[in-house]
């Protein structure tokens, strides 16, 4: 960061009506301080970006402990404001100019460059220190998988389930798994299993993924057969089921348990995964 200051506007400069400093200019931030000299109550400002004023008048009163240690009054002098993007984008240089609201004076000036753009950049390849995989889904759409952080093995994390590409719900890895411990894959822990909603989504092949925050994801494919009985209203929650459930809509009565989930017959299912 470049940063200029006028001579009215001095770190503690003798004579002068302010003190103050700018402590940090970027891309979106301005942040610094001002004080006046002959009274204890906080300053009001008129801060402009780039010529633009940043809102109206702007009370200089955030509490800052080094101001205090330094035994600038009660510290209640400082000002963080941010830059709204419209003004900085596609620019190289952000010109921050402080003035007195009351008198017009300009107390502070700063500048900002932004650093040079690389070409040709080469960028570093994601981190990919979780391993997931599915198992296998069952006959009636429960999915058993595992999922192991390779930097602690015995971690318990988050993964995103998504069904067709699509975000469903979060799922961890907290169940037993003996055989991951006995290969010394998982401290112990490490296995999933969740219900899917698949027959809510009518026949066909779904794709259902595990996406960790920090690894490959994970896919397998599942062929529905037969879909469960219709509902009245796609808008209905099944399960807490958030996903759409297509054109499945009927003026059928809904049964009075589990929103006729044992009409759902047990259909095989074929499984591809690519992992």
Known sequence: MKLKLR??????????????????????????????????????????????RLGR????DIFRKDLLDAGIGDGRFGFDLRIPSD?????????????????????????????????NAILPEPQTYQKVRIDYVSEDYEMF????DTNDKTMVFEIDLLINGEFYKKVYNDRSRGDLRRKNVSGGLGGIQTKLPLEWLGPGVHEVSLRPSHGTA??????????????????????????PLLSYQSTMPLKTSKYASNDCAAIPRGRHRFC
């Open 7 to 52: 001579s009215r506007a001095g770190f503690r400069e003798e004579g002068a009506m302010q003190e103050g400093h700018i402590d940090l200019i970027n891309a979106n931030r301005v942040v610094g301080w001002v004080a006046p000299r002959d009274r204890a109550e906080p300053q009001i400002l008129n801060v402009s970006v780039n010529g633009t």
């Open 57 to 60: 008048r702007i009370v200089a």
């Open 87 to 119: 003004l900085c984008m596609d620019v190289e240089t952000i010109v921050v100019e402080v003035v007195d609201a009351i008198t017009g004076n300009r107390i502070l000036e700063g500048t900002w460059t932004a650093p040079p753009k690389l070409e």
């Open 145 to 148: 998988a595992w999922a192991v």
């Open 218 to 243: 994970c896919s397998i494919e599942v062929e529905v057969k037969q879909a469960c009985a219709p509902v009245p209203c796609c808008s209905i929650a099944i399960h807490n089921c958030p996903l």
